[in-house]
């Protein structure tokens, strides 16, 4: 399980800007004590050109495909057991099934020299993460709080919604939503990334286009209740009682993104500690958040209430309470654009 102050890549281990130079340009120690290991032997189709970052579930490498002479990101597992390899198939066979404009597509799997798992995907240009738009308008940057008015942080959360919103409907959990784990471009695209504790929920799940998986151990994936995959500040309240994971648990971490980007500050905010586990657990069931359009955000006008309402109704405490599913709660947000985005 990760905990939110975790000092882990985790928008890093898919998704990368050429921006983003990367910490380690070799192997050794980062800056917040991690181990970075030493560049992987050469590859026969890939080229290695630097280290993008590391995560619990592997090393991020910049390395161009000599056969398609493209620059692409390789998600290289940290060792051959029987653990990663596992995680790392389920991972690919679910990115690779999700065909979706705002999911990043994988592109290749394999083996390196020494067993252990890879994957490569699309390397994202020009991006930045959400956590960073929304620590940027807490700054009062006047170019963001010009480009990121109310309606478009909702086209925003739109694109996230759609990507949610389809992968549900293959029976895919996502399990950690959060403003890490959503890249915005400043041409309007976003991407959804960051699948790597993705699961399969086949028993809710009632499409005939799920995705499918197949290998050792991968023909019936099933979830652990003793076991929470995702970002404990983010979760819905009733998977810290053991619930398992599923669409309305994906839609209140969504409607805990959305809060934060409209107000700029975390949905418990003033309730608990977000790396206290034990209070996040307690507060996520308990506590009623500030409605967004009370919040004063010290940088312009809160977001409106009709607005607020549709926000709150993802973080209700009882399932029964929030959207049907996910596109329903798309649809509303579609329709405050529509109707009312432009003129509040």
Known sequence: MKDEHETTWDWHDWAFTLDDQGPYATG??????????????????????RCLGAGSMGTVWLVRDRELMREVALKLGHAPDERTLGQYALEAQISSQLDHPNIPPVYDVGRDGAGRPFMTSKLIR??????????????????????????????????IAAALG???????????????????????????????VANIEALSCSTNQPVQVAGPGLEEVTF????????PAYMAPELFKGMRP???????SFAATLYELLTLRHYLTG??????????????????????HEVDLGVGPPP???LSELCLRGLSKKRADRYPDLDAFYDALQHWIDVRGIGE
């Not at 992968?167 to 790597?196: F, I, T």
């Not at 599923?246 to 209140?252: R, S, V």
């Open 28 to 49: 050794g120690v980062g800056a917040d004590g991690d181990r970075v290991e030493s560049p992987p032997p050469e590859l026969e189709r890939y080229e290695v050109l």
């Open 126 to 159: 020009g991006h930045e993460p959400l956590k960073n738009v929304i620590d940027r308008l807490v700054a009062g940057e006047e170019d963001a709080i010009a480009s990121y008015t109310f309606p478009r942080r909702v086209q925003i959360a739109l694109r």
């Open 166 to 196: 389809y992968a549900h409907q293959r029976c895919v959990v996502h399990q950690d939503v959060k403003p890490e784990n959503s890249l915005v471009g400043a041409h309007g695209e976003v991407y959804l990334v960051d699948w790597g």
């Open 224 to 231: 652990r209740a003793s076991e929470i995959a995702g970002t």
């Open 246 to 252: 599923d669409a309305l648990t994906d839609q209140y």
């Open 271 to 292: 309730a608990a500690r977000l790396e206290d586990l034990a209070g996040i657990a307690t507060a996520a069931s308990t506590f009623q958040p500030v409605p967004p």
């Open 304 to 306: 409106p209430r009709s």
